[in-house]
C-alpha cells in the first residue's frame, strides 16, 4: 500500500469516527427531546449503522487479519 493512500485512508477512517460520534450525540439529543419523532431517530441510527459498516471496511483494510 502506498504511503500517501495509507495516509488518506487513516484521514477517512478518523473522519468516519467522529461523524460515527457526533450520530450517536444526535441519537441521544433526539431521544430525550419530546418533541422529536421516531422517523428522524430511525433515519439517525441507519446511518450510524452505514457508518460502522464503512469503518469496519476500512479497519480490514489498514489492519488485515494475517494468520502467519
Known amino acids: ?3 500517501e493512500n495509507e495516509v488518506e485512508l487513516y484521514k477517512k477512517l478518523d ?4 461523524s460515527h460520534e457526533l450520530l450517536e450525540q444526535q ?8 418533541t422529536c419523532d421516531e422517523f ?3 433515519r439517525f441510527k441507519k446511518q450510524k449503522l452505514a457508518i460502522r459498516d464503512q469503518i469496519a471496511l476500512l479497519q480490514n483494510t489498514l489492519y488485515p487479519n494475517i494468520i502467519a
Open 27 to 34: 441519537i441521544h439529543a433526539a431521544s430525550k427531546n419530546a
Open 1 to 3: 500500500m502506498e504511503q
Open 15 to 18: 473522519a468516519l469516527r467522529r
Open 40 to 42: 428522524t431517530v430511525s
